[in-house]
Structure formats: structure tokens, C-alpha cells
């Protein structure tokens, strides 16, 4: 068990390299800390990011820490997730495709003590990825300008969690992360008419910490049905980096620069967050949740350059409350059917949330987002405790008088259930 432990460890340290790479291609990741990802896991994906409420003890559930409690005393679960997606981006009668694909997760759960269980891993929080350019004709005096915008990095957590349950029904837990991470932004402007050209960069360096406590409320409603509410609440606070801005004016001709730097102290900071689930289980059969969450970023001021006063300094206006909602289903046709079909979970789900920036004192685009997916059962020697995860999920981001994205995304999650600490005995 020790030399497992370890080596969960080591992958652990190799995942977080990989989350460099970027999980996005979308314009809007160059506005707040980037797009937020979506942290749920192999069963939560199915159901559309659902989990505030899921207590089912044979999947990892990093939604909420108190879920952490109910994890089985014999095994050690894992889960790892990939991702792919393909995004078509429309602005009036122009239409463009990108696509990618990217890790998004590695975590597991075991229990330490009675009613105490843990969970560490790695999950990304954010992330930036743009690159477009668009040109102005303004007149023959000052011919076509330029601008071309790039991003990239985001933001990513390695996290530690404990799961304790105290007395039935209740159950609390509590996530700890390290917040690292690294967002670059870059605006470059040229003109046909004249020799010089401006440049923007935007940089930031983030390391930090991320805190989020959880409770569940698990309630029998018979001796088949479960009754579970849960509620999480995230700390909101400054995470002491220190964003930077230099403009450069170049001399295309002499190659000359002039350079203007700014920096902003202690210049960022996370929202508190607080969100609310309730989750109904019939006989393992059914199961039926829903969640809602809310962010403050609206309480928050972000880093601006005021070209009016030549100043870079923390402003707000520039952000918004985001309240996000999500449902979702699993059904099973037999738990304990002997049938192979009979084992497979089948999900749906379906979700709603309200942007957390604005553009050009606009609101941001909204997110409409439906989910369909199943976990397949993975027999080993003994039993099937194991599971691969798949599921599409389509996501619509617009609004009016911006760009519209069309994303569908395909999600893999491979969940191992593993009998680590049963006693073996022969007779």
C-alpha cells in the first residue's frame, strides 16, 4: 500500500506539468483570470457538473470535501480525466473551427479513520488561450491599423482534503489547495502609415493557496430512498501576486525602443464563492441532483490601464456576480443485476450560468450547457467496482453582439476502485 501511495504521488507531481498546456482556444479567456473550468469528475461530467449533494462513496467527488467521509473503508479510488473538444466560433457572417485536447485531472480518495476520509490531487481552476488579430481602415492619412491580441497559461490547484462525519447525518470536510499558475496577455498594434508600433504585455505570476469548507446532510426517506443536502462555502481573499504591464513603442525602421513599466502590489484576488445541492437516491437505482452556485467577483476590482491618466491601477466595474445552476440523473438498471448491461449507469444533465466579466462595460456571454453520458463497469478477478466514464457535453456561449462559441466536448475519466486494504485469508 505504501509503494501504491507513492507512486499515486509521483503522478501527481508529473500531472501538474501537463496543465501548462492550456485548455482553451476561446477570446473570452483574455478577460478576468480566463475561462473557468468546470472541476468535476468522471460522474459528475455526465450529469453536468453536478455534485454538491452526490454521497455515493465508489466515486471521487471534489465538489464538495464532506463527500469524502463516505468513501469505503477497504479501497483507494482514483480517477483520471482527459478531454477533447471541438469549438465553432461565429461573429456575424464569419465562422471559424479550432479544436484541442488536454488533461484536465488526476485525484483519488481513501478513508484514514472511521467516518474520516481524505482526498488529494491535482485539478485546474482557469484557463487562457486566445491569438486573433483584426484590421481598421481609418483614412489615407492614417492608412489600416492593426491589432493583434494573444493570450495564454491559466491557473491550476494541487489539493489536500479531509471528510469526517461526526454523527449521522452530518457530515463536514474541508479542501486545501496550492494555487500556482502563470497568465500572459499581449496586445500589438502597427499601422500602414507609420513606423512605429505599440505593444501591451500583460503578465501575471500567481502562488497561492485556495481554501473551501463543505457539509452534507444525508437523511433515509425510507429503506430504499436518500435524501442528501449539501452546501459548500469558498474563501474569498488576495493572493499576493503582483500584476505587470510594459509598453513598448518600437521604431520599425531603427529598431529603438521605449519602454513604460507598471506594476500593481498584491493586485489580485478570488471571490468568495457559496454554493447549495440537494440530491434524491432511490434503492441505487435512481439518482436525481441539483446544484447551485454563486461567486462574488462583482466585490472585486481587476488591474486596468487608463490610457486617459497613463495609469495601471485597480479598478472596478469589470466584473460581475456569476450565479451558475446545473441538474443531472444517473440511472442503473440492476446494481446487482448479473447482467453486464444491467451494471451500466447511464446520466444525463443540463446547466445555466450567468457571466463573471463584463466587455466594454457589456455583460459577458452567458453558458447554456446539456449532458449525456454512461460509466461502464470494468471487471477484474473479483468484481466491477471499477469504471470508464464517458460523456459528450455541448456548451453555448454568446451574447448579443459579440462572438458566439458552439462547443461539444468529450470527456474520459477511467475511475479505479481497488481493494487496497482488505486482510486476504485462507483456510
Not at 477497504?74 to 482527459?82: E, H, I, Q, V
Not at 467496482?385 to 468529450?410: H, K, P, V
Amino acid at each position: 500500500m505504501r509503494q501504491r501511495i507513492i507512486c499515486y504521488l509521483a503522478a501527481i507531481l508529473m500531472a501538474t506539468g501537463s496543465f501548462a498546456q492550456g485548455g482553451t482556444k476561446s477570446p473570452y479567456s483574455q478577460y478576468g483570470i480566463g475561462v473557468l473550468s468546470d472541476q468535476s469528475q468522471g460522474m459528475s461530467r455526465g450529469m453536468n457538473g453536478t455534485g454538491i449533494a452526490l454521497r455515493t462513496g465508489n466515486e471521487v467527488n471534489t465538489l464538495n470535501p464532506a463527500s469524502y467521509s463516505a468513501v469505503d473503508s477497504l479501497t483507494m479510488l482514483f480517477d483520471a480525466g482527459l478531454t477533447g473538444q471541438f469549438t465553432n466560433f461565429k461573429e456575424g457572417n464569419t465562422r471559424k473551427n479550432g479544436s484541442l485536447a488536454s488533461f484536465e485531472y488526476l485525484v483519488g480518495t481513501f478513508r484514514l479513520w472511521k467516518h474520516l476520509g481524505m482526498a488529494l490531487g491535482v485539478l485546474p481552476m482557469s484557463n487562457v488561450g486566445y491569438s486573433y488579430s483584426s484590421s481598421t481602415y481609418v483614412d489615407q492619412a492614417n492608412g489600416s491599423i492593426t491589432e493583434t491580441y494573444s493570450g495564454s497559461g491559466g491557473l491550476h490547484q494541487a489539493f489536500v482534503g479531509i471528510g469526517w462525519r461526526p454523527f449521522k447525518p452530518l457530515s463536514i470536510g474541508v479542501n486545501a489547495a496550492y494555487l500556482w499558475g502563470d497568465i500572459n496577455r499581449s496586445v500589438a498594434t502597427s499601422s500602414t502609415a507609420y513606423i512605429n508600433s505599440l505593444q501591451k504585455q500583460y503578465s501575471v505570476s500567481v502562488s497561492n493557496y485556495t481554501l473551501e469548507f463543505g457539509l452534507q446532510w444525508e437523511q433515509p426517506i425510507g429503506k430504499k430512498d436518500r435524501l442528501t443536502l449539501g452546501a459548500t462555502y469558498g474563501l474569498g481573499h488576495k493572493l499576493k501576486a503582483d500584476p505587470q504591464l510594459l509598453i513598448i513603442n518600437t521604431n520599425t525602421v531603427s529598431s529603438k525602443t521605449d519602454t513604460a513599466s507598471f506594476k500593481i502590489r498584491n493586485g489580485l484576488e478570488l471571490p468568495m464563492s457559496v454554493g447549495a445541492g440537494l440530491s434524491y437516491n432511490h434503492n441505487q437505482r435512481i439518482l436525481v441532483a441539483v446544484d447551485g452556485t454563486m461567486q462574488r467577483w462583482g466585490a472585486i476590482s481587476l488591474p486596468h490601464y487608463n490610457s486617459t491618466t497613463n495609469s495601471y491601477e485597480l479598478t472596478g466595474g469589470q466584473t460581475m456576480t456569476r450565479y451558475k445552476g446545473s441538474i443531472g440523473a444517473q440511472w442503473t438498471p440492476n446494481p446487482m443485476g448479473r447482467s453486464y448491461f444491467s451494471l451500466i449507469r447511464y446520466r444525463i444533465g443540463a446547466g445555466y450560468a450567468t457571466p463573471y466579466y463584463k466587455i466594454n462595460r457589456h455583460d459577458g456571454p452567458s453558458e447554456l450547457s446539456l449532458s449525456a453520458g454512461f460509466g461502464i463497469p470494468l471487471f477484474n478477478k473479483w468484481n466491477a467496482r471499477s469504471f470508464l466514464n464517458i460523456s459528450g457535453q455541448w456548451m453555448r456561449t454568446s451574447a448579443s453582439g459579440f462572438i458566439t462559441e458552439n462547443t461539444f466536448r468529450i470527456n474520459v475519466g477511467l475511475t479505479f476502485n481497488e481493494r487496497w486494504f482488505a486482510k486476504w485469508r485462507v483456510e
